[in-house]
C-alpha cells in the first residue's frame, strides 16, 4: 500500500478530508453487537438501568433542593461556637471532712506491717526530695540570701511543697497528718489507742530513716570536695542545722506546735475535693507558710539536721535527739492531734451530733432569767389589749343586732345624762 493512501478505505491519493473518510470507513466495517447477542445478557437489565436512573434524579433533586434552602454566606467571620465541658464539682463539708479523716485512720488501722513500714519509708523519702529540691534552689542564692532573706525564703518554701504533694498523691503514712486522723478515729471510736501508738510509732521511725536514707545517699555522696568548699547550698544547710538545734526545748515544742497545725490544715484542706488539682493549690499555701515561718517539722529535721552533721557542723547526737527531735515530736503530736484532731472531732462531730447539752446546761437557764421579767411583762400587756378589743367588738355586734331604735335611744340617754 502506498504511503499516501488511507490505512482504512486504501484511497490513493488520501483525500482532504482524512478524518471524515476513515470515520465512515470504521463505522462501515465494524459491526455493532445487538443486546441480544450478547452472553451475559439478561432481561432484567434495563429495569436495573431504569432503577439506577431514577434514583440518581432524586439524588440531583435532593442536592438541589438542599442548596436552594441554604442561606446565603455572609461576609462577616463566624462566631466559634462556647463548648462547655461536663464537670463535676464537689466541695466536701466540713462535717463530711471529719467524716472522712475518722474512715481514713481506720484504714491506716488495717495495714499490715509491711504496709505501714514500706508508705513510712517512702514519706521519709519524699520528705527528703523536697529538702533536696529546696536546698538545690533557694538555698543555694548565696547574693540575694545577703541582701533579700525573704525571698530566697520564699523560694526554699515553695520548692518544700513537693515532699508533702507526693505523700498525698500516693497515700503514703506521715507521722505529722497520722497524728491528726488517727486521733479523730480513735475519738469516733474507730480504732484503738494501741492503734494509734503502733501507727504513729512506725510511721516516725520510718520516716526518720527515709528521711537520713536521702540525706546521705542523694545529698552527701554526690557533693564533690569543691561544692563542700565553695557551694552555697552546703553552707545553707550548715546554717539551717545549727539554727534548729540552738533553740530551747520549750521554743522547739511551740514551733512543733505551730508547724504540725498548718501540715494538718494543709491535709484537712485536701479532703475537702476530690480533685488533685485542688488538693494540691490547698496543700501547698500552708506548707510554704510553715517552712517559711521557721516551725520545727520533725520528719523534715531528720534530714535537715543530719545533712549539717554531715557536711562539718558541730552538732552532737545528743542536741539533735534531745533537744531538738524529741520537743519537735511532742510539739507536731500536740499540733495534730489537739488543735486540728480534737477540735474538728468536737465542733464538727460532737457537738452536731448532741447540740442541745450545752443548752439545756447553761443558755435556757440564762435565757429564763434574763428575759422572765420582759417575757411576764409583754404577756400582761398583750391581754389586756386583747381583753379591751374583745369587749368593744362585742358592743359594737350588739349594737349592730339591735337596729336603728337602739341607736336612737342610746343617743337620748346620753343627752339625758349631759343634760
Given at each position: 500500500?502506498?504511503?499516501?493512501?488511507?490505512?482504512?478505505?486504501?484511497?490513493?491519493?488520501?483525500?482532504?478530508?482524512?478524518?471524515?473518510?476513515?470515520?465512515?470507513?470504521?463505522?462501515?466495517?465494524?459491526?455493532?453487537?445487538?443486546?441480544?447477542?450478547?452472553?451475559?445478557?439478561?432481561?432484567?437489565?434495563?429495569?436495573?438501568?431504569?432503577?439506577?436512573?431514577?434514583?440518581?434524579?432524586?439524588?440531583?433533586?435532593?442536592?438541589?433542593?438542599?442548596?436552594?434552602?441554604?442561606?446565603?454566606?455572609?461576609?462577616?467571620?463566624?462566631?466559634?461556637?462556647?463548648?462547655?465541658?461536663a464537670t463535676q464539682l464537689h466541695i466536701n463539708t466540713p462535717i463530711q471532712i471529719q467524716e472522712m479523716?475518722?474512715?481514713?485512720?481506720?484504714?491506716?488501722?488495717?495495714?499490715?506491717?509491711?504496709?505501714?513500714?514500706?508508705?513510712?519509708?517512702?514519706?521519709?523519702?519524699?520528705?527528703?526530695?523536697?529538702?533536696?529540691?529546696?536546698?538545690?534552689?533557694?538555698?543555694n542564692c548565696p547574693g540575694w540570701e545577703a541582701t533579700n532573706p525573704g525571698f530566697t525564703k520564699l523560694?526554699?518554701?515553695?520548692?518544700?511543697?513537693?515532699?508533702?504533694?507526693?505523700?498525698?498523691?500516693?497515700?503514703?503514712?506521715?507521722?505529722?497528718?497520722?497524728?491528726?486522723?488517727?486521733?479523730?478515729?480513735?475519738?469516733?471510736?474507730?480504732?484503738?489507742?494501741?492503734?494509734?501508738?503502733?501507727?504513729?510509732?512506725?510511721?516516725?521511725?520510718?520516716?526518720?530513716?527515709?528521711?537520713?536514707?536521702?540525706?546521705?545517699?542523694?545529698?552527701?555522696?554526690?557533693?564533690?570536695?569543691?561544692?563542700?568548699?565553695?557551694?552555697?547550698?552546703?553552707?545553707?544547710?550548715?546554717?539551717?542545722?545549727?539554727?534548729?538545734?540552738?533553740?530551747?526545748?520549750?521554743?522547739?515544742?511551740?514551733?512543733?506546735?505551730?508547724?504540725?497545725?498548718?501540715?494538718?490544715?494543709?491535709?484537712?484542706?485536701?479532703?475537702?475535693?476530690?480533685?488533685?488539682?485542688?488538693?494540691?493549690i490547698g496543700l501547698a499555701m500552708p506548707i510554704i507558710a510553715f517552712v517559711a515561718g521557721g516551725f520545727?517539722?520533725?520528719?523534715?529535721?531528720?534530714?535537715?539536721?543530719?545533712?549539717?552533721?554531715?557536711?562539718?557542723?558541730?552538732?552532737?547526737?545528743?542536741?539533735?535527739?534531745?533537744?531538738?527531735?524529741?520537743?519537735?515530736?511532742?510539739?507536731?503530736?500536740?499540733?495534730?492531734?489537739?488543735?486540728?484532731?480534737?477540735?474538728?472531732?468536737?465542733?464538727?462531730?460532737?457537738?452536731?451530733?448532741?447540740?442541745?447539752?450545752?443548752?439545756?446546761?447553761?443558755?435556757?437557764?440564762?435565757?429564763?432569767?434574763?428575759?422572765?421579767?420582759?417575757?411576764?411583762?409583754?404577756?400582761?400587756?398583750?391581754?389586756?389589749?386583747?381583753?379591751?378589743?374583745?369587749?368593744?367588738?362585742?358592743?359594737?355586734?350588739?349594737?349592730?343586732?339591735?337596729?336603728?331604735?337602739?341607736?336612737?335611744?342610746?343617743?337620748?340617754?346620753?343627752?339625758?345624762?349631759?343634760?
Amino acid at each position: 500500500m502506498n504511503q499516501n493512501s488511507c490505512r482504512v478505505c486504501g484511497n490513493n491519493p488520501h483525500p482532504t478530508d482524512c478524518a471524515t473518510c476513515c470515520s465512515t470507513h470504521i463505522q462501515e466495517q465494524t459491526p455493532i453487537p445487538s443486546k441480544l447477542d450478547h452472553p451475559v445478557y439478561n432481561n432484567n437489565d434495563e429495569k436495573e438501568v431504569a432503577r439506577t436512573q431514577h434514583l440518581l434524579e432524586q439524588a440531583l433533586l435532593a442536592l438541589i433542593q438542599k442548596h436552594a434552602n441554604e442561606k446565603p454566606i455572609s461576609s462577616s467571620p463566624p462566631v466559634p461556637t462556647q463548648v462547655t465541658l461536663a464537670t463535676q464539682l464537689h466541695i466536701n463539708t466540713p462535717i463530711q471532712i471529719q467524716e472522712m479523716m475518722a474512715m481514713s485512720g481506720y484504714k491506716k488501722s488495717k495495714e499490715t506491717l509491711d504496709q505501714m513500714i514500706i508508705l513510712s519509708l517512702l514519706s521519709g523519702i519524699f520528705v527528703g526530695f523536697g529538702g533536696v529540691a529546696s536546698l538545690k534552689t533557694g538555698g543555694n542564692c548565696p547574693g540575694w540570701e545577703a541582701t533579700n532573706p525573704g525571698f530566697t525564703k520564699l523560694i526554699f518554701s515553695a520548692v518544700f511543697t513537693v515532699g508533702l504533694i507526693m505523700v498525698i498523691a500516693a497515700g503514703t503514712e506521715l507521722f505529722t497528718s497520722n497524728s491528726m486522723a488517727m486521733t479523730v478515729a480513735m475519738l469516733r471510736r474507730k480504732v484503738s489507742v494501741w492503734d494509734v501508738v503502733k501507727n504513729l510509732t512506725i510511721s516516725l521511725t520510718f520516716n526518720l530513716i527515709g528521711g537520713y536514707l536521702v540525706c546521705y545517699f542523694l545529698m552527701y555522696l554526690p557533693t564533690s570536695e569543691k561544692e563542700l568548699k565553695t557551694a552555697g547550698f552546703v553552707a545553707y544547710a550548715k546554717k539551717v542545722g545549727e539554727t534548729k538545734v540552738s533553740r530551747t526545748i520549750g521554743q522547739t515544742i511551740l514551733l512543733g506546735i505551730g508547724c504540725n497545725w498548718l501540715v494538718c490544715m494543709a491535709v484537712y484542706v485536701t479532703y475537702a475535693s476530690n480533685v488533685l488539682v485542688d488538693k494540691i493549690i490547698g496543700l501547698a499555701m500552708p506548707i510554704i507558710a510553715f517552712v517559711a515561718g521557721g516551725f520545727e517539722h520533725s520528719v523534715a529535721n531528720g534530714f535537715f539536721i543530719p545533712l549539717a552533721m554531715l557536711y562539718g557542723s558541730d552538732i552532737t547526737m545528743y542536741e539533735f535527739i534531745c533537744i531538738n527531735l524529741l520537743p519537735a515530736t511532742l510539739g507536731n503530736f500536740i499540733g495534730g492531734a489537739v488543735f486540728v484532731g480534737m477540735v474538728f472531732w468536737y465542733t464538727h462531730g460532737v457537738r452536731q451530733e448532741n447540740n442541745s447539752v450545752l443548752d439545756d446546761l447553761f443558755l435556757n437557764k440564762a435565757k429564763s432569767k434574763t428575759t422572765g421579767p420582759f417575757i411576764s411583762l409583754y404577756e400582761k400587756i398583750f391581754k389586756k389589749n386583747s381583753q379591751e378589743d374583745k369587749s368593744s367588738t362585742s358592743n359594737n355586734l350588739e349594737m349592730q343586732d339591735q337596729g336603728p331604735m337602739a341607736s336612737g335611744a342610746t343617743i337620748t340617754e346620753k343627752v339625758q345624762n349631759k343634760v
